[in-house]
């Protein structure tokens, strides 16, 4: 999905989700529309979301006042035990490096 889209500007994806931001809102959904058409794909449209002013992508909730993780995404970290011994050390150590490896880009 990133090589069809690449190059149109305020378009993210992540997987099969996608944000698109941007000043002029229609002419960037018509560009990623077209794009997606000419490669032989389409947007299912009873899941799409268009001209919201918040929008919950990849964990992070957008909207003009800026960027907040939702809770969920930060629940493993907060609601981990502390580490007693070694053993526990390294099992919240795989948690912080799991979610790392899997962290996606923020929105431009």
Same mark, same amino acid.
């Given at each position: 999905?990133? +090589?069809?889209?690449?190059?149109?500007?305020?378009? +993210?994806?992540?997987?099969?989700?996608?944000?698109?931001?941007?000043?002029?809102? *229609?002419?960037?959904?018509?560009?990623?529309?077209?794009?997606?058409?000419? *490669?032989?794909?389409?947007?299912?449209?009873?899941?799409? +979301?268009?001209?919201?002013?918040?929008?919950?992508?990849?964990?992070?909730?957008?909207?003009?006042?800026?960027? *907040?993780?939702?809770?969920?995404?930060?629940?493993?970290?907060?609601?981990?035990?502390?580490?007693?011994?070694?053993? +526990?050390?390294?099992?919240?150590?795989?948690?912080?490096? %799991? %979610?790392?490896?899997?962290?996606?880009?923020?929105?431009?």
């Amino acid at each position: 999905m990133d +090589q069809i889209l690449q190059g149109l500007k305020g378009v +993210q994806c992540n997987q099969d989700d996608m944000i698109i931001t941007g000043k002029d809102d *229609h002419e960037h959904i018509r560009a990623v529309l077209f794009r997606l058409h000419f *490669h032989g794909l389409k947007a299912n449209l009873e899941t799409c +979301q268009f001209l919201r002013d918040e929008v919950i992508f990849c964990g992070i909730k957008i909207y003009k006042e800026g960027l *907040h993780k939702t809770s969920d995404k930060i629940a493993p970290f907060v609601n981990a035990p502390i580490p007693n011994d070694k053993s +526990q050390l390294r099992s919240f150590m795989a948690l912080v490096n %799991y %979610y790392h490896k899997h962290k996606h880009r923020k929105p431009n």
